[in-house]
């Protein structure tokens, strides 16, 4: 792979002001010249306005061409980036004569994989990379900038050197100390000193769920006995008619489905069926979807009025009680954590909106600015964990076995490693940039 040059269109497919195309490898400066005929010697970071001709020397167009000398570029090899006009026919035709010229299309993430490859990035940041594109709200944007700038790796990697240090000191101790006592007041400072790094990777490890919660979105379901506005809520939280609404019961009869943004969290807004018993066929299947989507949901909207009460089927489910059609009549249940709407006159909406906000989180809390993103990652970080327990136990005995200590010890670093990249295997390399786009 190392070998060859690759190109692909960086910006999306599709009409456009601009399109940019990127040639990445070993021959890359030489294809470029090729394309535009030209004829001096490109030095690193050098820009040129150029005519762009295809195998048979008919011009294509003109494009500003943009050398990055190895190792100065985004995957550390020769790269070459193309501004042309963003027309699909332009950009094709220019990919079809970098191919004919002995460049081949790179694969999903393949740019970003040499960079990892490169050391450009360890494997950390070059998940980031694929997550800052794919985020779907600010919040969650800012977060993948901040681990891609490497804040989530420095800080593992300050936890695994002082893990390194502690292993070489007890290496060093064991080696040349003799005395039970002498080795006996080194596990001694050597258990508080692992207490905080396990504490620290501890805490990482509970950000996941936030983090996770920020790339992956949450469910929240809205449920009810058929006609106590539900898909009037729905309508009411999103700002728009998204669902169809109507005083005939039985409206809804599938799940609606729509996309917003609460706290920076994506959200999935769900809503259902009117659930109740009915001998109608079509219905009765609304009603068990509505149950089926209750247990894949992350928060119940449970919403009944006066005139109806709560679906007793949620189970265990976080929820939250929502007595709508407030302006009808006032509730006067004894539940202090009703929350009292009136979703046709959005009156308690906003409050709503910030009661499931503050939910969701609170469901996720963390206690750092660091948030951890994937299973991969999160994996990783649980496995040094159970090494530095198995350590923590073993530092508690009164003749602690050190040669096994150590060897838990060296199993957390390469926990660590695998975080980082440092080590890994090819398989997780391809699951890893399998969900990439061509042209990162």
Request: proline share 2%; charged share 25%.
């Amino acid at each position: 792979m190392e070998n060859q040059t690759i190109v692909a269109q960086t910006t999306p497919l599709g009409r456009s002001g601009v399109a940019s195309i990127r040639l990445s490898g070993p021959r890359s400066f030489h294809l470029a010249r090729k394309i535009s005929n030209l004829k001096k010697e490109t030095v690193h970071h050098s820009v040129y306005l150029l005519p762009i001709y295809d195998e048979e020397q008919n011009k294509i167009d003109e494009g500003i061409f943009t050398f990055f000398k190895s190792p100065r570029s985004y995957t550390g090899e020769d790269v070459v980036e193309i501004s042309c006009h963003g027309n699909p026919y332009v950009s094709d035709r220019i990919i079809g004569a970098a191919i004919k010229l002995g460049a081949r299309i790179a694969e999903p993430g393949e740019y970003t994989k040499r960079a990892y490859l490169n050391g450009k990035m360890n494997l950390a940041q070059a998940e980031s990379v694929s997550l800052l594109i794919s985020s779907r709200s600010r919040e969650a944007a800012e977060h993948q900038l901040k681990n891609l700038s490497g804040d989530a790796s420095n800080r593992i990697e300050n936890i695994q050197r002082d893990l390194v240090t502690s292993l070489s000191g007890l290496e060093f101790e064991f080696d040349i100390s003799e005395e039970e006592t002498s080795l006996g007041s080194l596990s001694t400072s050597l258990l508080k000193r692992i207490k905080n790094n396990h504490l620290d990777i501890n805490r990482l490890v509970e950000t996941f769920a936030l983090g996770h919660a920020y790339t992956s979105g949450l469910r929240v379901v809205i449920v009810g006995e058929p006609n106590v506005g539900k898909s009037t809520l729905m309508n009411s939280i999103l700002g728009s008619s998204r669902s169809i609404t109507d005083q005939k019961a039985g409206t809804t009869r599938d799940t609606i489905t729509a996309e917003i943004v609460i706290g920076g969290i994506p959200t999935t807004i769900i809503d259902t069926a009117g659930i109740r018993t009915t001998n109608d066929k079509v219905e009765l299947a609304g009603v068990d979807r509505a149950l089926a989507e209750i247990t894949q949901s992350d928060l119940v909207l449970s919403v009944f009025t006066h005139e109806s009460k709560e679906v007793e089927n949620i189970g265990d489910i976080l929820r939250l009680s929502i007595h709508n059609k407030s302006d009808k009549k006032i509730y006067s249940g004894t539940n202090n954590s009703v929350i009292s709407v009136s979703a046709l006159k959005n009156k308690g909406i906003n409050k709503l909106l910030k009661t499931i906000e503050k939910t969701l989180k609170d469901a996720r809390p963390y206690s750092e600015d660091i948030l951890i993103n994937t299973e991969r990652q999160k994996s990783a970080l649980q496995d040094c964990s159970s090494f530095l327990s198995l350590v923590i136990e073993k530092l508690g005995h009164k003749h602690p076995p050190l040669e096994l200590v150590a060897a838990d010890l060296r199993s957390s670093i390469e926990c660590l490693d695998s975080f980082l990249g440092t080590t890994t295997t090819d398989d997780i390399l391809d699951q890893v940039f399998s969900d990439f786009c061509v042209g990162k």
